[in-house]
Nanobody, 116 residues
Framework: QVHLVESGGGLAQAGGSLRLSCAASGSIFRISTMGWYRQAPGKQRELVATITSGGSTNYADSVKGRFTISRDNAKNTVYLQMNSLKPEDTAVYYC??????????WGQGTQVTVSS
């Protein structure tokens, strides 16, 4: 069983920065693709960024150049550095682990609110 615990959300002003962290339990973190998704009120959950076990990254067009996803396999942790925040980045951010046959897991979510 895998548990994901996000932290680092909160309130930021437009143009500011926040860093989200997601700590994972279990031994499959190192071989799993990790991702961050977000869901704004009244909208569907959407992909923000992913990072493979080999470190390849992928970003939504809306966050390219502003957000950076990274991982520390020694700490079983994935990060999302969010810079130049915009009010439209306001959402609940979810950590995701894609473990292949081992399953797909989600964190509980952390609220990010960006004020204009």
């Amino acid at each position: 069983q895998v548990h994901l615990v996000e932290s680092g959300g909160g309130l930021a002003q437009a143009g500011g920065s926040l860093r989200l962290s997601c700590a994972a339990s279990g031994s499959i973190f190192r071989i799993s693709t990790m991702g961050w998704y977000r869901q704004a009120p009244g909208k569907q959950r959407e992909l923000v960024a992913t990072i493979t076990s080999g470190g390849s990254t992928n970003y939504a067009d809306s966050v390219k150049g502003r957000f950076t996803i990274s991982r520390d396999n020694a700490k079983n942790t994935v990060y999302l550095q969010m810079n130049s925040l915009k009010p439209e980045d306001t959402a609940v951010y979810y950590c995701n682990l894609e473990g292949g046959v081992a399953g797909r897991y989600w964190g509980q979510g952390t609220q990010v609110t960006v004020s204009s």
